[in-house]
Each structure stands twice: as structure tokens, then as C-alpha cells.
């Protein structure tokens, strides 16, 4: 029984045909266009998204050359959208995760009562500033909001299914962890009327038929992004892109500098939840040597400069280029780079932008249950030298996923109504203890502190 799995991105839309064992049979690709109005706001075109799901989907379909049985869909978290009942039509374009236009509305909010209500922390990152901001001169009769993942449905559906899943609900500061529901103080907070909610759904639920390129075709299993790509991996993984997520479950309820959240869970199954570290920059830190310093070719090449010279030469890289993110939670921050000398090369800069990316992530998880495993996915996790030193530097096994679209993946599993790990590529185990690497990383953002509260 193939699923069409759908993971709507930041960038683009990403469409894989999955077999039952797991196996892609095909798979297609459409960028999405970004629009940025104002220094600070990062928007996207709700037809533009339809249109690029429409595209993808084809694409994969035509490449695998059989005919999907149903549908899963996962989805960029937190993105806003608004649009009117009556006639499907977005009254406004839908708000990024990465807008920051509603900062200062954020630094105003109750942080315990939001951090205990929800797992969360009030930051623009999260959906429901955004839908205050869309609502603020609009009456809510007769409208209706989503993320994406309840845009596509309701597209899917001709709008006769308004509905989220819980992973995406809890991405709102709306949600009631402990329920998974939306909560009555918390819409008062924001000024939001229940009547333009979506209903709230087990990842793993039936979410109605939907038409798609002429085809009907039953919705079984919704998550957001990150929560899907756990899903395929099993109890905890690292993706790295742009930024990274590292996601753990447990029912450990504490959680300091990382979030809680919901995690996927099927039909029948009882309420799952886990911890989560959100690192702003890693993959971007490489882009900015690239385009912004021109030290870099190309992304790829970061390994073999790596590899070049035996250590940092005491350079280190906080690439705070968007503010921290998780465990430290610096929107202010400002990045660095220390320890330059007339030895310096670019392949030193390079390898210590690599480390840092690795150093983030032992960051967050040092805020949550030890480990005995983690999996990791995304475009830099081919980087062998990257992923060994990560392994080092937890001083646990790092797999690598043998499918790089774990988040479409875990969407299909999800549809499938299974929960089972998707297939590992390799395993790194620890080669070297690097304690002393860290440990002068940790000197490096107390410096980046003490210099910021000057």
C-alpha cells in the first residue's frame, strides 16, 4: 500500500511514494518562493504553498510509477495562516516561524505561566502572537486559522475538515501540554476565539479524504516536522540544516533550557511528549563563510578543510549570527569568532564553524536524560568528519539515517499505523575524548556573555 508522504518546508516541498518496507520509490521536489516585506518579517504566499505541494506531489508520483493509496502529510511547525470559511481565501499571506515582528509584544507575555502551561517560552518562533497580529483589525467571525499542515487539509478536503494534529497544536502556545487542548486562559491571553481553532487529533488519526491531481485519497497521519522526523528515528535524533533539532522523548518533565512538546503518537496509543533544543544556526553558519566571507566554495568542501589541519588552532566560532537559540535562549546575542592568530587559516575557521555546530547540540543535551544513542539526519550529516566528532564528543554512538527525508518518512510510518525506527546508514562510535574542546567552547559564550552585558 504506497503513501504519498508531503513535507512542506521553509524552502520548498518535498514529496516521497513510500512502499510498506519503508523503501522510496519516488520522490519529487518544488522550491517556495520567500517574501520579506520588512527587516525582521519573513513571509509566505498560502497559493503559492498549495501550488508547490500540487507540483512535488506529480513529481513523485511520475517517478515512481505507482498509483498512491493515501496520504500523510508533515509540515514546517509554527507558520500561521489565516483565511475565511466561506470562501477558502487567505486574508493575508501566512506569518514564518522565523518572523520576528512580534518580539516586543513577546517580552511583555508571563513567561512561568506560558513555560508551565505549554513547554514553551514566549518568542515570536511560536504561532500565536502571529495569529493576534493577523487578527488585530479583523472581526473573527467566519475566519479560521491553521499551521500548514491544516491549510493542506483543508485544501485537501474542499474545507470540510478543519483540524490539526497534536504535535502542531502544541507548537502554538494555545495547547495545554497536559491535555492537548486548546486553553481557555491562554486564548484569553491572546485575544483568540475558540471558533476559529482547529480540532485537535492524534498524529496517527484519519483526517478525512482529500482530492489531489484528480485522485481521492485518505489522510492517515499528520505531524509536524520535527516530531515526524523522530517518529522514524526512534527515542532521539539531531537534524541538522539551516539550524538544528534535537528531540528526545520522555516523560521527564524537567526540562531548563529546552522545551517540552508533544511527540507523535498513534490512534489508541497514550499522550507521548518530548524534550526539545531548537539551535538557530549551523548549516547557515558554512552559508555565511560561503556568500558573506567567500571562504568557502561550497558547502561540501567543509570536510576535506576539516580534515586538513589537526586542530582549530584555538579558533573558536559562535555563530550567534540570529541570536541563541536553546538551552541559552539570546535573542540579543551576537556572534564571535575567538582566538585568531597570523597562523589562522580559513580551514581553521571552517572546522571550528563544524564544532560548533556539534558543541550546540551536546549544549541541549546536556539539559536532558542521558542518552544511550542518537540519530542524526539532515544535509550535514554527510559530513563524515562532522558526524565522528559529534559521536566524540558525546561520548555515545551517532547513527546516520540511511533515507535523508526523515521527516516525510516518519510521515508515511505514521500512515502506516507503525511505529518502528527507519533503517540506520552507519554508526560512529567514540574514537577520542574531546572534554577539553568543549570546555573551552563553554569559556567562549561566557566571554560572548560577559562582552554582551557590558
Not at 522510496?24 to 516585506?37: C, D, I, S
Not at 487539509?153 to 502554538?172: I, K
Amino acid at each position: 500500500m504506497p503513501i504519498l508522504a508531503v513535507d512542506q518546508g521553509t524552502t520548498g516541498t518535498t514529496c516521497l511514494v513510500v512502499d510498506g518496507d519503508a523503501s522510496v520509490l519516488g520522490r519529487g521536489y518544488a522550491e517556495l518562493p520567500q517574501h520579506f516585506p520588512r527587516p525582521g518579517w519573513v513571509e509566505h504566499d498560502p497559493e503559492e504553498i498549495w501550488a508547490s505541494v500540487l507540483a512535488a506531489a506529480e513529481r513523485a508520483i511520475a517517478a515512481a510509477g505507482v498509483e498512491p493509496d493515501a496520504l500523510s502529510i508533515t509540515n514546517q511547525r509554527e507558520t500561521t495562516l489565516l483565511w475565511e470559511r466561506a470562501t477558502g481565501r487567505p486574508v493575508d499571506r501566512a506569518i514564518v516561524w522565523q518572523d520576528r515582528r512580534t518580539s516586543d509584544r513577546c517580552a511583555g507575555l508571563p513567561f512561568d505561566l506560558l513555560r508551565e502551561r505549554t513547554g514553551l517560552v514566549p518568542d515570536p518562533y511560536f504561532s500565536a502572537t502571529k495569529l493576534e497580529w493577523l487578527l488585530r483589525d479583523r472581526a473573527a467571525d467566519g475566519l479560521a486559522f491553521g499551521t500548514v499542515d491544516t491549510w493542506l487539509v483543508w485544501r485537501l478536503t474542499g474545507g470540510r475538515v478543519h483540524a490539526t494534529d497534536e504535535t502542531n497544536a502544541s507548537r502554538t502556545l494555545l495547547c495545554a501540554l497536559d491535555t492537548l487542548d486548546w486553553d481557555d486562559e491562554l486564548l484569553a491571553l491572546f485575544g483568540v476565539p475558540r471558533d476559529v481553532l482547529p480540532d485537535i487529533r492524534p498524529s496517527g488519526a484519519a483526517f478525512g479524504e482529500g482530492e489531489l491531481l484528480g485522485r481521492t485519497l485518505p489522510i492517515r497521519g499528520i505531524a509536524g516536522d520535527q516530531q515526524a522526523a523522530l517518529f522514524a528515528a526512534g527515542g532521539a535524533k539531531a537534524t541538522f540544516g539551516t539550524g538544528a533539532f534535537v528531540l528526545a522523548e520522555t516523560e521527564d518533565p524537567a526540562a531548563r533550557g529546552v522545551l517540552r512538546t508533544a511527540a507523535a503518537r498513534l490512534e489508541g496509543e497514550a499522550r507521548r511528549h518530548a524534550l526539545e533544543g531548537a539551535v538557530f544556526v549551523t548549516g547557515a553558519a558554512l552559508q555565511w563563510l560561503r556568500d558573506g566571507l567567500g571562504i568557502l566554495a561550497d558547502a561540501a568542501e567543509s570536510e576535506a578543510l576539516a580534515r586538513s589541519v589537526p586542530d582549530t588552532g584555538g579558533v573558536y566560532f559562535v555563530p550567534a549570527l540570529t541570536g541563541l537559540g536553546s538551552p541559552h535562549w539570546r535573542p540579543d546575542a551576537r556572534g564571535v569568532i575567538s582566538g585568531i592568530t597570523r597562523g589562522t587559516t580559513r580551514a581553521h575557521v571552517v572546522r571550528a564553524a563544524l564544532e560548533a555546530a556539534a558543541y550546540q547540540v551536546a549544549d541541549v543535551l546536556a539539559e536532558m536524560p542521558p542518552l544511550e544513542l542518537l540519530r542524526v539526519d539532515g544535509g550535514m550529516t554527510r559530513n563524515r568528519w562532522l558526524v565522528q566528532f559529534l559521536a566524540d564528543l558525546l561520548q555515545i554512538p551517532v547513527e546516520t539515517a540511511r533515507e535523508p527525508e526523515q521527516t516525510a518518512l516518519g510521515a508515511a510510518l505514521l500512515g502506516f499505523g507503525e511505529r518502528r525506527p527507519s533503517p540506520a546508514a552507519e554508526r560512529f562510535d567514540p574514537q577520542r575524548d574531546v572534554a577539553a574542546l568543549y570546555a573551552g567552547w563553554r569559556d567562549a559564550l561566557a566571554a560572548l556573555a560577559e562582552r554582551d552585558a557590558e
